[in-house]
């Protein structure tokens, strides 16, 4: 019943063996900077890659600064605490997204709490936060609090599922009137863009990723981006072990990190980022045939809302119900199309599973229906 399909990726592809879901795309200048950065012998954590791929994301996000780091999961942690997020306060998230997302919660000994999404942005629902507000928010001199466990909730942290920007403008409105501080965990939408500016430009804070399954890689990396050059530079402070400056002695008085992406890979970043338009191009096109063939077919392919571009860094289609899912799944993988369900959610994590939460409807709805298929960027 999928033969159609299962020819259309391969002919799209061109290729008769494996098509995985997404591979990264070295076709510009990695190699030579790479070479340049081994020879200067500046590989670890300073160097001017690292320089240049800090200026490069924030003219690509449009913020006053970013600050490399390790890989996206340090960054989340760190921008948490940037707009500050203590022990035992509480963090608005989705329960559909990557696990990084919570993690990063939990590193901060705080407590997620899990609000559905919205079905058309597969992201955090703008409407979900101010009804669970509305019911359990108590705004307070020095924020919002829970009034179900007298926490403070101290930060929303929405992520741009699979490159689709929420509904940002509403969300922004909703965490404001509560005082709640954003982060956007913006891993998967770099080159992204709501009512044409840059996700990861909006919140306070912003964190990309440059894993090897992203839009574009460092091996391994991350940023945080913002628009208060106060955060950036204790961001800075905080990923680089929160030394003091001094002439020669080592000065630490708070509790800092070593989260420094390393020049090396800021020199693969770099390369990457100066092909993003192209990466964008390509991922958009291949989106656009997408379309036209499932139309033809009758499936929903998801495309992005108005008012925002996506750049569809993994790209998917919603299935009729569970069993149409899993028929789907199986008939691809055997015929070495790679397809994957969307994650399991993450109140049914064995860490997660007692964490406060909605109804999560559409959230439910989503798990059971959404598939990526091979998304990579075409030559
Ligand atoms: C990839 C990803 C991260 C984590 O990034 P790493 O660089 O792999 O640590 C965080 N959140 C989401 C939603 C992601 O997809």
New binding site residues.
């Given amino acids: 019943m999928y033969n159609e399909l299962i020819s259309f990726f391969k002919d799209r592809f061109d290729t008769n063996e494996f098509i995985p879901l997404h591979i990264p795309c070295f076709n510009g200048n990695e190699k030579k900077y790479l070479e340049s950065c081994i020879d200067s012998t500046y590989v670890s954590s300073v160097g001017p890659f690292v320089d240049k791929f800090e200026e490069f994301m924030s003219l690509i996000t449009k913020t006053k600064k970013t600050v490399a780091v390790v890989?996206?999961?340090?960054?989340?942690q760190v921008a948490l605490r940037l707009v500050g997020v203590e022990k035992d306060n509480e963090v608005i998230t989705q329960a559909l997204?990557?696990v990084?997302?919570v993690n990063?919660i939990a590193y901060n000994n705080a407590h997620p709490i899990f609000i559905d999404v919205d079905l058309d942005t597969m992201g955090l629902s703008p409407r979900a936060v101010n009804d669970f507000l509305e019911e359990f928010g108590e705004l307070r001199e020095d924020g919002c609090y829970n009034k179900s466990t007298g926490r403070k909730i101290s930060a929303c942290l929405p992520?741009h599922?699979f490159g689709f920007p929420v509904h940002l403008d509403e969300l922004i409105k909703v965490c404001n009137s509560w005082k709640i501080p954003i982060v956007e965990?913006a891993?998967?939408s770099l080159g992204s863009e709501y009512k044409n500016k840059p996700t990861g430009s909006y919140g306070e804070v912003g964190?990309f990723?440059?894993?090897g399954?992203?839009i574009a890689t460092s091996g391994?990396?991350?940023a945080i981006t913002t628009n208060n050059t106060q955060i950036g530079e204790r961001a800075k402070f905080l990923t680089t072990t929160a030394k003091e400056p001094h002439p020669y002695e080592y000065v630490h008085n708070e509790l800092g990190y070593n989260f420094r992406m390393p020049n090396i890979n800021a020199a693969l970043a770099c390369a990457q980022l100066e092909q993003l338009s192209h990466f964008l191009e390509s991922k958009r096109n291949l989106a656009k045939e997408y379309q036209v063939f499932f139309k033809k077919k009758g499936m929903n392919f998801r495309t992005e809302t108005s008012d925002t571009k996506a750049n569809y860094w993994l790209m998917c289609i919603e299935l009729e119900n569970k069993k149409e899912r899993d028929l789907f799944l199986k008939v691809t993988n055997k015929a070495h199309v790679m397809t994957r369900p969307i994650w399991q959610l993450m109140n049914k994590l064995a860490m997660y599973k007692d964490c406060q939460k909605d109804k999560l409807f559409n959230t439910r709805f989503l798990e059971s229906r959404i598939v990526n298929i091979p998304s990579s960027v075409i030559l």
Avoid at 71 to 76: I, K, R, S, W
Wanted: overall charge negative; hydrophobic content about 35%; proline content about 0%.
């Fill in positions: 890989n996206g999961t340090a960054g989340l997204t990557f990084a997302t990063a992520m599922t965990d891993a998967e964190v990723s440059f894993n399954n992203k391994g990396g991350g």
